[in-house]
Structures are given as structure tokens and as C-alpha cells.
């Protein structure tokens, strides 16, 4: 059992500062998903893309200036760094040639733990800020994070079209019947485990453990706003802006304060990094940031209204499936859908690099918390 410091048990910690934690992890949840709405309801799918394009794509590179950037973490995960760059890339083309619906959903999938893996590591920070060491606290968010993720995945409207799709696709045809047990079977699980969650809670805040509510509010907005999107949406091109929105300029935020204060205690090794991420270059920052999706956007050679459309028709592969009343893709969604690969499938590098330079239980990680 964690062991209080002081008198308070109730222990408000903050990953950056009270103003900061509202604007960027309480609020922002809240302000992609009213963006998220109306631009499906103003904007054209391209336009709505764009915007996911200016967040997801620069979001991507604070995860260089954090893993090449930085020398001390050059010199550790040298092997991966390279050895990643090179598998994934020839991931990557495989898949755009072959199965790029696959690789979408495989992009997709990892997008999934990614977020999930992100949202479980705040909610890390903020207890560690709060001074709570208990594993088992740990273990159990981030069973929670799992099970919330998954049941999101397999019982929502906006996810169960595509995985049915693809089923079908791939020769595993599923009834009504089936959809509806893995839909009982995933909210029963998820019942059943928020249930033990917070009755474990309870009972550790009994037993004179200290808790951080900040963490517990910050896991409640976010996936309260995930499912809304899920439940009441049928775009899945609205799901990814809501997404990019919250986890994107979230990662962007914490990531800047990260290296500030990294850079700072690195003797002059960070040279360049300390002086992008200098409290009074703010914007040579943001700078950086646009420079980067500018120069992703003419890598592709064209300009993105026309990136994809008769390139790859994605609606024609899946047609209609009688059996369980799925209608056929529409040239739309066909269009969102390689939208969505054209924004998912280049990130994959950055996904791979966060899935090991972020570990909140280590020692080098936490001074710079």
C-alpha cells in the first residue's frame, strides 16, 4: 500500500501545471469533439482531413527530436532506432502494394494500443507526480485501458462495419448471431472489470492509500468522449480527427515540457533540441512542426485534394455482405478510408519508437517528469 507523505490522501498532482492539465487533458477532449462534429457537418472530407494532417503529421516528429535528438537516448536505443526504420519501412511497401486495407487496419489496431498505451501513461504521471508507487495501481489501469480499447473496437457501430468487412473479405463469415455474442461477450467483460476497478479503489482509499482524482477524471473524459464519437458516428474519418486532436496536440504538450527540461541537464549535448524547445522559442517550435507536415505533404507529389482519389478504389473491393444486412462500401467511405491510410500508415515508425522510450518506472524518464 502506498504510504501517505502528508495528511491529505486526496493529493491533486498536475503533469504540467493546474492551467496547463485543464486547457491540454481535461478540456482538450472536449474541444476536438466539438471540432470533430462540425467539420463533418461543415466541411468536405478533404478539408476535414487537412486537419488531421496539420496535428498528426507534426506530432509525429516530436518523437525524432526526442529518440535522434537527443544524445543520451541515441546512444541507448541505437540498434532499435535503425533496425525499426528499416523493418517498418519495408512493411510499409509491402503493404501498400499487396493489402492496403489490411495494413490500414493494422495501422489502425496499433493506433489503438498506441492511444490506449498514451492515455495508461499519463495516467502513470500522474500518479508518480502524486506519490503513489503501487504497482498493482498500475497494472490495473492499464488492464482497464486494454479492456475499455478493446470493447470500444468490437462492440461499437463505427468499428464492428469494418471488422465485419473484413472477415468476409478474408473467408471467415460471421452471422448476426456471432456479432451479437462478441458484442455481449466484450460489454460483459467491460462491466464486469470497471465494476472490480472501482470497488479496488474504493477499498485501497479505505486503507489510508493516497489518490490523485486529477487521474481518474482524466481517464473518464477521454474515453467518455471516444465512445460518444463511436456510438454516434458513423465516419471513421471523424473518429481519427477526434483522435489526432486529443492525442496528438496532447503528446505535442507534454513531449515540449519533456525537453525542456531533459535538454536542460544535458551539459550543451542537446544543443539544438534545447534551443527548439527553449521556453522563449515557442514559435520556432510551432514552426518546426508546420515545416514538417509542409515538406510530408510534397513528398507525396501531389497536393492532398487529389491524393488517392482513382488511385485506389477501396469501395469496389467490398460489396455488399446480404447475410448480416451490411450495405455495400460507398465511393465516400472509400475515399475516407485512403485518407485515413495516407495520415495512419507513415506513423507507424513514430508508434514503434514510443512503444519503447517512454517508460514512466525508469529512473532516466522520471528526472525529466
Known amino acids: ?85 528499416l523493418v517498418i519501412s519495408a512493411i510499409i511497401a509491402g503493404g501498400l502494394a499487396w493489402a492496403p486495407l489490411s495494413l490500414l487496419l493494422l495501422s489502425t489496431l496499433w493506433n489503438h494500443q498506441h492511444q490506449l498505451m498514451q492515455l495508461h501513461g499519463f495516467a502513470r504521471i500522474y500518479d ?33 462495419s469494418y471488422w465485419l468487412r473484413e472477415s468476409y473479405r478474408l473467408g471467415l463469415p460471421l452471422t448476426a448471431f456471432d456479432v451479437n455474442m462478441i458484442h455481449g461477450l466484450a460489454w460483459t467483460i467491460t462491466i464486469a472489470f470497471s465494476g472490480f476497478y472501482v470497488v479496488m479503489t474504493i477499498k485501497r482509499f479505505k486503507n489510508g492509500a493516497v489518490l490523485n482524482p486529477l487521474k481518474y477524471l482524466y481517464i ?80 507525396t507529389g501531389r497536393p492532398l485534394d487529389e491524393l488517392g482519389f482513382g488511385a ?20 465516400l467511405t472509400g475515399k475516407e478510408i485512403w485518407l485515413l491510410t495516407l495520415l495512419n500508415v507513415p506513423g507507424m515508425l513514430h508508434l514503434y519508437y514510443d512503444s519503447f522510450i517512454w517508460k514512466v518506472r525508469e529512473g532516466r524518464t522520471q528526472e525529466s517528469l
Open 220 to 299: 473518464l473524459i477521454n474515453y467518455s468522449v471516444l465512445y460518444f464519437v463511436c456510438w454516434q458516428s458513423s465516419s471513421l474519418l471523424m473518429y481519427g480527427i477526434t483522435n489526432v486532436l486529443m492525442h496528438g496536440i496532447q503528446y505535442v504538450v507534454f513531449v515540449f515540457y519533456y525537453l525542456q527540461r531533459s535538454s536542460s541537464k544535458a551539459n550543451g549535448k542537446d544543443r539544438l533540441v534545447h534551443w527548439i524547445v527553449n521556453p522563449g522559442n515557442g514559435v520556432v517550435f510551432v514552426c518546426v512542426l508546420l515545416f514538417y507536415a509542409v515538406l510530408y505533404q510534397l513528398m
Open 128 to 160: 508518480f507526480k502524486a506519490g503513489v508507487r503501487d504497482n498493482s495501481v498500475g497494472k490495473r489501469d492499464q488492464a482497464l485501458a486494454w479492456i475499455l480499447y478493446g470493447n470500444l473496437f468490437l462492440s461499437s457501430p463505427l468499428f464492428t
Open 1 to 85: 500500500m502506498d504510504v501517505p507523505h502528508d495528511n491529505s490522501r486526496l493529493r491533486f498532482a498536475y503533469i504540467v501545471g493546474p492551467r496547463a492539465d485543464v486547457i491540454w487533458f481535461l478540456g482538450l477532449p472536449f474541444a476536438a469533439l466539438a471540432l470533430a462534429f462540425a467539420g463533418r457537418a461543415w466541411m468536405s472530407a478533404v478539408a476535414v482531413a487537412s486537419i488531421a494532417l496539420w496535428v498528426d503529421v507534426p506530432h509525429q516528429i516530436v518523437t525524432l527530436f526526442r529518440t535522434w535528438g537527443v544524445a543520451d537516448d541515441r546512444r541507448r536505443f541505437r540498434v532499435q532506432l535503425i533496425a525499426g526504420l
Open 312 to 331: 485506389v478504389h477501396f469501395a469496389s473491393q467490398y460489396e455488399a455482405v446480404p447475410e448480416v444486412q451490411l450495405r455495400a462500401m460507398s465511393v
